[in-house]
Nanobody, 113 residues
Framework: QVQLEESGGGLVQPGGSLRLSCAASGFIISNYAMSWHRQAPGKERELVAA????????GYADSVKGRFTIDRDNAKNTVYLQMNSLKPEDTAVYYC??????WGKGTLVTVSS
């Protein structure tokens, strides 16, 4: 059974950092492309970052490029999203996904002073 569980969200001041985790079970993450998405209040869900299987090439939305980093720990079967220089507009529920079929329940990130 495929499961994804996000953690690490919370309240952070502008300019701060957070590291989100996505613990996967029921499959091996290194065999699949994995991604992080977010949905802000009143807005559609958007792709934030993705990491390919095997070689692990990465891609980012223009809005987070240079500030966010996606990586994975194959030994822990966990995908991470390191978020630096956070802005109020980064406030959203962040979701981990495998393809378009499997999603976690999300973790809330609030950037506010």
């Amino acid at each position: 059974q495929v499961q994804l569980e996000e953690s690490g969200g919370g309240l952070v001041q502008p300019g701060g950092s957070l590291r989100l985790s996505c613990a996967a079970s029921g499959f091996i993450i290194s065999n699949y492309a994995m991604s992080w998405h977010r949905q802000a209040p009143g807005k559609e869900r958007e792709l934030v970052a993705a990491i390919a299987p095997a070689g692990g090439s990465t891609g980012y939305a223009d809005s987070v490029k240079g500030r966010f980093t996606i990586d994975r720990d194959n030994a822990k079967n966990t995908v991470y999203l390191q978020m630096n220089s956070l802005k109020p507009e980064d406030t959203a529920v962040y979701y981990c996904a495998r393809g378009v079929r499997y999603w976690g329940k999300g973790t809330l990130v609030t950037v506010s002073s």
